[in-house]
T-cell receptor, first 116, second 108 residues
């Protein structure tokens, strides 16, 4: 059982649609992350939130818009995506660096996104 | 940005120990080494981590060389359910950068 919950598990959308991915954790972690994983590739970091503030954006296109409304929730808003954006989107959380710098990240099982 | 290199694939007989190597020659003195595994269609699962001492938990053992430039994850008695992609990661600040991982196949 994962302590990071992602919804939906699967999402199919057209290129003109607007949709959102949701991630929730109740471990009191103050760092949260979005990763993108293409088939047979390792996860790639997209965004890092620390204390509900965006701290890292790994040059992600603006059609991906993250939001952290509170310390337990992380959203990823999607708009005008391209077929190459089809991937598994993973959320993770961890205690905040540097105070708990050695603690591992906890991952959800992801949302599998398909763009038609 | 990946700081680790791993063999792309390995096989292991069921019931035998699986030894998965990782090179991290550019690791800094305060950076930890983490191991995760990912079974198809699931998120990465944390296994173990360490700084410089060897570590053991209920899942695995982690052996880190004295110069910290490499490490080995040991699954002492591999089962078919251990078939997965195993990632060795060096954490930089708050960020994990995944290497390409090792696809471990446990053979009956």
């Amino acid at each position: 059982d994962t302590e990071v919950t992602q919804t939906p598990k699967h999402l199919v959308m057209g290129m003109t649609n607007k949709k959102s991915l949701k991630c929730e954790q109740h471990m009191g972690h103050r760092a949260m992350y979005w990763y993108k994983q293409k088939a047979k590739k390792p996860p790639e970091l997209m965004f890092v939130y620390s204390y509900e503030k965006l701290s890292i954006n790994e040059s992600v296109p603006s059609r991906f818009s993250p939001e952290c409304p509170n310390s337990s929730l992380l959203n990823l808003h999607l708009h005008a995506l391209q077929p190459e954006d089809s991937a598994l989107y993973l959320c993770a959380s961890s205690p905040i660096w540097p105070t708990f710098s050695n603690q591992p990240q906890h991952f959800g099982d992801g949302t599998r996104l398909s763009i038609l | 940005d990946a700081k680790t290199t791993q063999p792309p694939s390995m096989d292991c007989a069921e019931g035998r120990a699986a030894n998965l190597p990782c090179n991290h020659s550019t690791i800094s003195g305060n950076e930890y080494v983490y191991w995760y595994r990912q079974i198809h269609s699931q998120g990465p699962q944390y296994i173990i981590h360490g700084l410089k001492n060897n570590e053991t938990n209920e899942m695995a053992s982690l052996i880190i060389t004295e110069d910290r430039k490499s490490s080995t994850l040991i699954l002492p008695h591999a089962t078919l359910r251990d078939t997965a992609v195993y990632y060795c990661i060096v954490k930089t600040g708050n960020q994990f950068y995944f290497g390409t991982g090792t696809s471990l196949t446990v053979i009956p």
